[in-house]
């Protein structure tokens, strides 16, 4: 049944490369404004007699806030697919406050717009989706998320945490592409940029990320998050929702905890150094928790090449998990190999340790893991924040095998 629908969605559409916004939906945010979510015509979201598209949705995230304001932004590899577009809000650029009418609410809140905002517009966007392109009659469906650069990790903590397979229209998979799912590897206190000599301290503020676009956050940390303590919410890194962090709370985003320590001792100011030099273990969480119906959602991974070649060091003990390769940097790699490792020992542990009491295929237990959780390389960073043709072809295939697994009885 599957094959035929996408044989008719391919032969239908073929002429339309190119989407047309037919509605756009403003949902209340609470007391919080309001987030806008675009629908694309040509999936004909609201013709279920021809094609039923709110049996499978595509829910994009795009790269960067009022991003998919604009019909150009929405990936080629998607003009063909009922999407569903969250115009989140996040400000990447810290505005004057104080120049703005006080007088204006409108102004006010828009003057705001860090860290929560983006996942509470993506929450209560993901609640009317929902509720509103429900399947018809009740039947089963499911909704495939793809997020790119920011949206990637809103993409992925709202995966995680809605992959329920006893709901009948929920997230069933994540595609994900440079993303961040751990802003505290920003932090220098983080291990991956852990200070080893006195000399460390002096190159600390000339250590780089390992691709332009990481560089570029590090400078807007402050208008993204604010207050350091964000980054440790697991919906802003949603690889904390499998370990903690591993360090402190810093006071600033720019200066580790030891470091903050070693120049209160050159002001003589009293501080308990040993106590702030020792990092909180890094250990597992289980997750998702054991009384819940959430499961790890299949998942493809796509990530840019670490830019120039990993750093010649030797690693710490407790190095940064997933990474193979010795590149002690905050890279797109970095990051995606740390979190797909986190979720494929989760499926592991908990999803396939229960298999294994009646699964006979210790084949299918042995490799289920990697094939759950996929991870591809795409090349190099591009000038624009566009997926390139080799990665959306992968992503593409990857939605045409994931759609035929949706029971729709």
């Known amino acids: 049944m599957f094959s035929s629908l996408a044989a008719i969605r391919r032969r239908y559409y073929s002429v339309l490369r190119w989407p047309h916004i037919r509605k756009s939906v403003s949902v209340p945010c609470g007391s919080g404004g309001f987030v806008d979510i675009d629908a694309n015509a040509y999936s004909s979201l609201y013709n279920v007699d021809e094609f039923s598209p709110t049996k499978f949705l595509v829910l994009h995230l795009p790269p960067s806030s009022g991003s998919a304001n604009s019909a150009k932004q929405l990936p080629e590899f998607l003009y063909d697919w009922p999407v569903a577009s969250i115009n989140y809000r996040w400000e990447t650029e810290r505005r004057d406050v104080a120049s703005q009418d006080a007088a204006s609410e409108e102004h006010e809140f828009a003057g705001s717009l860090d860290w929560p905002t983006p996942i509470h517009d993506v929450a209560f966007a993901y609640q009317w989706i929902t509720r509103a392109l429900m399947p018809p009659d009740n039947g089963r469906g499911g909704i495939y998320v793809y997020g790119s650069h920011l949206g990637a990790g809103l993409a992925m903590s709202l995966s995680l945490t809605e992959s329920r397979p006893n709901k009948k229209f929920c997230v069933r998979g994540i595609a994900a592409y440079n993303g961040i799912y751990n802003w505290t590897m920003f932090l220098p206190g983080h291990r991956i ?139 797109f790699k970095n990051q995606t190999d740390e979190i797909a490792s986190l979720m494929r020992r989760s499926l592991a542990r908990f999803e396939l340790k229960e298999k294994a009491r009646y699964e006979e295929d210790m084949h299918y237990l042995a490799e289920e893991p990697k094939r759950r959780i996929r991870v591809v390389e795409v090349g190099q960073e591009r000038e624009d924040l566009e997926l390139n043709e080799f990665g959306q072809q992968a992503v593409s295939n990857w939605l045409d095998e994931n759609l035929g697994t949706i029971n729709l009885k």
Do not use: C, W
């Open 193 to 331: 940029n852990m200070i080893r000599s006195m000399m460390d301290v002096a190159s600390l503020s000339r250590r780089t990320n390992g691709n332009f676009r990481l560089d570029t956050l590090q400078q807007k940390l402050v208008s993204l998050f604010q207050t350091p303590s964000n980054l440790f919410d697991p919906f802003a890194s949603p690889s904390l929702f499998f370990h903690n962090p591993g360090l402190s709370i810093p006071e600033s985003f720019y200066t580790s905890t030891r470091l903050a320590s070693i120049i209160r001792n050159m002001k003589g100011q009293a501080s308990d150094e040993s106590k702030e030099n020792v990092l909180p273990r890094n250990s597992y969480l289980g997750f998702p928790p054991r009384d819940s119906t959430m499961k790890i959602p299949e998942t493809i991974l796509l990530h840019d090449a670490p830019s120039g070649p990993p750093a010649r060091q030797p690693r710490p003990k407790m190095g940064l998990k997933g990474s193979s390769d010795g590149d002690q940097r905050n890279t």
